[in-house]
């Protein structure tokens, strides 16, 4: 009897599960006992946190791209084809081909996307860098920049949290490098009373806001922006008025997610620990995709895929497994183009943001290029 | 005993990030008008934090107790 597992999402969480579970089940995968098949919507694999050093013109698109097959086990069978259905009672995935793939163990890793069509104005007023186009775009515009204020806003949900924390500071570097600094003032917005989530990293950057002269705003969830007059208006009634805006538009996940019932707005409940999909224990959902309260980054699908794989090599070959998630998330934070920080927490454990240094950010600048290793499951 | 009716349920306790405010603010976005949601948090601050938002918004503020040591608020999305 074989056994299928179908992993459906190319991003961070697919891949390294994919790459785990070819090493760990290696001779049942030869001695055809199981078939992995990975469907994904897109030939490249783009290393998302590399969007903000092309913004500022310290990585160029190339660098943070790579072909998914060349990143894939050459045992995982890959299958450009975007999911339209998954459908869990009779466990069967269909494309967009209409190909039909039917699996025995699901790992479903969709992500998410920005929906910047939700906020009124706001693709017609802002720039953001969520995507590779927008990056670039961002880039050429602050090029251009004479001055003025800009904006930074974001809306909710959004993933990687820490990331309205880094543009800001280096948007900060960016124009004392120009000695701009004087012509150009930079007004952050966060949804809540606080600058970041997590109140030790709100504490860090507040003081580092105060120090830099940079204003900011909490208590501001983008309603409406008005492109001609440049004003961006809040739920909370305020306006504020900009030459240039840099928003994080809020996210949903895939579309396939909904098409298929599998949850509202994309988001698949999950358990927070054993990572299955409630009342389907054979679908295990990770990455952006779930809907447990913790940060949609990288890390998160990176530890949960390390779990995912483990938990399926042990029921796969042993028949159970105890292996559990702990909410583990490890982040670094870029506090300029010089200086980094660094988070770890898990589900009982708050962060403890280390003082910034420049070791940290070679550290991060060096994990930029590591991410492959990650992404094959190496590292 | 309330006499409303509960539309949907969002239980924060254990989210450190992205937190219980963002995820009252999330679901308070996300609904439909007159929608009745019940959250769960497990630390004074997010109900004061988050009575403060309620207010700010102009929603309305329907519950705000201690349950079992853990405190529980109800909010109906008015706008």
């Known amino acids: ?379 | 005993m309330d006499d409303f009716s509960i539309d949907k349920v969002v239980d924060t306790r254990g989210s450190l990030c992205p937190g219980p405010i963002m995820a009252l603010i999330e679901a308070v976005k996300l609904a439909d008008i007159n929608t009745v949601i019940e959250f769960f948090f497990e630390d004074e601050q997010s109900v004061k934090d988050a009575s403060l938002w309620i207010n700010k918004v102009g929603n309305q503020l329907l519950v705000n107790e201690t349950v079992d040591g853990y405190f529980r608020i109800v909010v109906k999305k008015v706008k």
């Open chain 1, 1 to 379: 009897m074989v056994t299928k597992i179908v992993i459906v999402g190319g991003g961070s969480a697919g891949t390294i599960t994919a790459n785990l579970l070819a090493r760990n089940l290696y001779k049942n995968i030869t001695s055809g006992k199981v078939i992995i098949n990975l469907i994904t919507d897109s030939p490249d694999h783009i290393y998302q946190p590399g969007y903000l050093y092309v913004v500022f013109d310290k990585a160029r698109p190339e660098e943070i791209t790579r072909k998914q097959k060349d990143l894939l086990d050459p045992h995982i069978n890959l299958f450009i084809d975007p999911a339209v259905n998954i459908d869990r009672d009779n466990r069967v995935v269909v494309t967009k081909s209409g190909r039909e793939f039917d699996y025995d163990y699901l790992v479903v890793a969709t992500g998410s996307r920005i929906v910047p069509e939700d906020v009124p104005g706001l693709q017609e007023g802002s720039y953001w860098f969520y995507d590779m186009q927008s990056a670039i775009r961002l880039r050429e515009a602050l090029m251009n920049f004479n001055g003025g204020k800009i904006m930074i806003s974001m809306g909710i949900p959004h993933k990687c949290p820490v990331a309205p924390l880094e543009l800001t500071f280096m948007l900060y570097d960016f124009f004392k490098q120009k000695d701009m600094l004087n012509k150009v003032q930079l007004h952050y917005t966060y949804p809540i009373n606080s600058v970041h989530v997590l109140e030790p990293v709100s504490n860090w950057a507040v003081r580092e806001f105060e120090r830099k002269g940079i204003k900011y705003d909490t208590f501001f969830n983008m309603e409406e922006i008005d492109p001609v007059k440049n004003v961006i208006s809040s739920m909370e009634g305020d306006k504020f008025g900009y030459d240039m805006l840099i928003t994080i538009p809020p996210h949903k996940g895939a579309q396939v997610i909904e098409d298929s019932g599998m949850g509202k707005n994309g988001w698949v409940p999950t358990d927070k620990k054993r990572l299955f999909n409630a009342n389907y224990e054979n679908v295990y959902v990770i990455g952006d995709t779930t809907d447990i309260p913790i940060s949609k980054a990288g890390s998160t699908a990176h530890f949960q895929a390390d779990v995912v794989a483990e938990r399926l090599t042990s029921i796969i070959s042993e028949g159970n497994t105890s292996i559990e998630y702990d909410g583990k998330v490890v982040c670094f934070l870029e506090s300029g183009f010089d200086e980094a920080t660094y988070i770890w927490f898990n589900y009982n454990t708050p962060p403890n943001p280390s003082p910034p240094s420049r070791m940290l950010h070679w550290m991060k600048l060096g994990y930029n290029r590591l991410y492959w290793l990650t992404a094959r499951g190496i590292l």
